[in-house]
């Protein structure tokens, strides 16, 4: 059974950072793809960055220069560094493990960035 955890969501001031860390237990970890999503109010879930098993990672251009997605692989945590906060980065951020092309979500942590 999959289960991911968020934490390090809060409010920060616009220029501002914090760092996102979702714990996850379960089987495949090492082998899975790690991403981050968020969700603004009244606007769809998208997906700002991922990580594959190799490292790979991949930032959306929302994001891309201000935050760095990076996975643990002996602590089985995937973080995500966020730095130069903006206003519209304000939404429900989401960690979630894509196994063999099956998503599994964690409960979300609220990031809330003041002007």
């Known amino acids: 059974q999959v289960q991911l955890v968020e934490s390090g969501g809060g409010l920060v001031q616009a220029g501002g950072s914090l760092r996102l860390s979702c714990a996850a237990s379960g089987d495949y970890f090492s082998t899975s793809i790690m991403g981050w999503y968020r969700q603004a109010p009244a606007k769809r879930r998208e997906l700002i960055a991922s990580i594959t098993s190799e490292g790979v990672t991949n930032h959306a251009d ?3 220069g201000r ?7 002996v602590k089985n945590t995937v973080d ?10 304000t939404a429900v951020y ?8 099956s998503i599994y979500w964690g409960q979300g942590t609220q990031v809330t960035v003041s002007s």
Do not use: A, H
Not at 82 to 89: G, I
């Open 94 to 101: 989401y960690c979630s493990q894509n196994i063999w092309g």
């Open 67 to 73: 935050f760095t997605i990076s996975r643990d692989d």
């Open 80 to 89: 995500l560094q966020m730095d130069n906060l903006k206003p519209e980065d």
């Open 62 to 64: 929302s994001v891309k």
